[in-house]
């Protein structure tokens, strides 16, 4: 049975009720409706945990994907008690982890308007998030730096336009990622936009974001390493590059 993503509506949902529809072999947990993003498009699924009515956790490792992408499995650390089919929980999603995800992600997107290339890979983590670009010449990491907190400190608003797999399929340069396909196969794809009709950018992607730039908050370029002729890896990490002596 399909999930109910609820975080797809609204990412700063971290508490949620739901019903347990499936518990697999493995212990992993199905149900009807969730606030947890399940690991895709580079973004690690939520931690957390699962509060039973008698006030006891089941605590949770990342969220992931079953079989198909509309199944999200809740996946318990070793020795948690199986909830019962049909049983109410409590989701609480570990949102200090999560929101870390969000500015991370919502910078790695600033990234790509900085520079403009390819995209051939990207992964998101709580201190330091990665993307790689299809491009021959480097780039001068604090030049990169300045012009991301520029884009950070104009709080420009982050928000969502749908459109249908069918769209994308007839628009397919919105697409800036050669290798992370876009979030399609449910119908509908979600466009992340950034700034006033989308001036700043839009790209198909399933992750979750901040409403504006401004809470990013500082973030700078660690290391540009190069892979390869024509790729280069950029390292973004919260904080100023004179944390990097601290
Ligand atoms: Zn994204």
Redo the contacts with the bound molecule.
């Keep these: 049975m399909p999930t109910k993503a609820l975080y797809r509506d609204d990412f700063y949902l971290s508490t949620a009720e739901g019903t347990v529809t499936a518990v697999h072999e493995d212990g992993a947990i199905e149900l009807d409706q969730t606030c947890f993003y399940a690991t895709s498009?580079g973004?690690p699924g939520d931690t957390g945990f699962l509060e039973r009515a008698d006030g006891s956790k089941i605590l949770l490792g990342p969220t992931r994907h079953g079989a198909t992408k509309d199944i999200i499995l809740h996946v318990p650390l070793d020795g948690q008690s199986a909830p019962q089919l049909g049983e109410k929980l409590v989701l609480h999603v570990d949102w200090p982890r999560r929101y870390k995800l969000m500015r991370m992600?919502?910078a790695?997107?600033l990234l790509s308007v900085v520079c403009p290339f390819p995209i051939t890979g990207a992964a998101v983590g709580e201190d330091e998030s990665r993307v790689d670009f299809d491009m021959g010449d480097t780039v001068n990491k604090d030049e990169v730096t300045a012009k991301l907190m520029s884009l950070v400190s104009e709080n420009h608003p982050v928000f969502l336009q749908w459109i249908t797999d069918e769209e994308l399929a007839a628009n397919p340069d919105i697409v800036k990622s050669k290798n992370v396909r876009p979030p399609v196969g449910l119908g509908r794809v979600s466009l992340?936009c950034i700034g006033e009709n989308s001036a700043v950018d839009s790209?198909p992607?399933?992750?979750t974001?901040v409403s504006e730039t401004q809470e990013v908050g500082a973030v700078y370029i660690a290391r540009i390493e190069k892979k390869g002729k024509e790729n280069r890896r950029l390292r973004i990490r919260f904080g100023t590059p004179d944390s990097e002596s601290a």
Aim: with cysteine; glycine share 24%.
């Design positions: 498009g973004q992600h919502t790695c997107h992340v790209q992607c399933g992750g974001h």
